[in-house]
Structures are given as structure tokens and as C-alpha cells.
């Protein structure tokens, strides 16, 4: 029994995969020199609102992942050096919801299309 994946399945599963690494990453930077409040501040909303698009990634809503990858694009470039973990990760995050919303108006509407059969 041969399994295929559609693109929105391997866009999911890269999503996650990205936001895991971009947390670790910025898991990592945390303790260096010139650690501040702030900077703990900035990681834990840059992870939270990168794992609000991996669950709607894996929820298939569009309207969180859209949430997750505009939050990521625009707190990408306040700091530079974040930026380069955060913006690859945006930009899965985004196409995942452009997949996830074009895949969701071909198909007929899941709960929906159960109660009229």
C-alpha cells in the first residue's frame, strides 16, 4: 500500500518543523552576553506567536496561520540576527495558509459536506 502526501500535508509538517527549530534557535540565543528582560520579553512572543501558525497550520486555519506568518514577517525585522530564523519561518508559515485556504475552497466543506450525505 503506496501513501502520497499533498503538498499542504508536507507544508504542515514543514511548518511545525520550522517553528521547532526557529524555538530552539532562539532557545539557544537566549543566555548570551547582554541578556536582558527584554530580550526574553521578544523570544517568548516571537515562539508564541510562531506556534499560534503551527497550530493553525495543523488545524488547517487559514486565519492563524495568517496571524503567524504576518507576526513573525513584521517582529523579523526588529532585530537582525532573530530575523534570520524568523523570516524563512514566515514565509512556510505563509504559504502553508495560502495552501490551507486554497485546499479548503476545492474541497466541499468538511462537517458540511458529511451531513448531506
Known amino acids: 500500500m503506496e501513501t502520497s502526501y499533498s503538498k499542504v500535508d508536507v507544508l504542515r ?10 524555538t530552539g534557535v532562539l532557545v539557544a540565543l537566549l ?17 508564541v506567536i510562531g506556534w ?6 495543523v488545524k488547517r486555519q487559514f486565519s492563524l496561520t495568517l496571524a503567524g506568518a504576518i ?5 523579523g525585522f526588529w ?9 524563512p519561518t514566515s514565509v512556510i508559515l505563509l504559504l502553508t495558509a495560502l ?3 486554497g485546499s479548503a475552497s476545492k474541497s466541499n466543506g468538511g462537517l458540511s459536506g458529511i451531513a448531506r450525505s
Open 79 to 87: 532585530q537582525f540576527t532573530i530575523g534570520l530564523v524568523m523570516l
Open 31 to 47: 543566555p548570551q552576553p547582554g541578556y536582558q528582560t527584554s530580550r526574553l520579553v521578544l523570544f517568548a512572543m516571537v515562539i
Open 52 to 57: 499560534v501558525g503551527a497550530v493553525g497550520a
Open 13 to 22: 509538517g514543514a511548518s511545525v518543523a520550522a517553528v521547532a527549530l526557529m
Open 99 to 101: 495552501l490551507v485556504r
Open 71 to 75: 507576526g513573525l514577517f513584521l517582529l
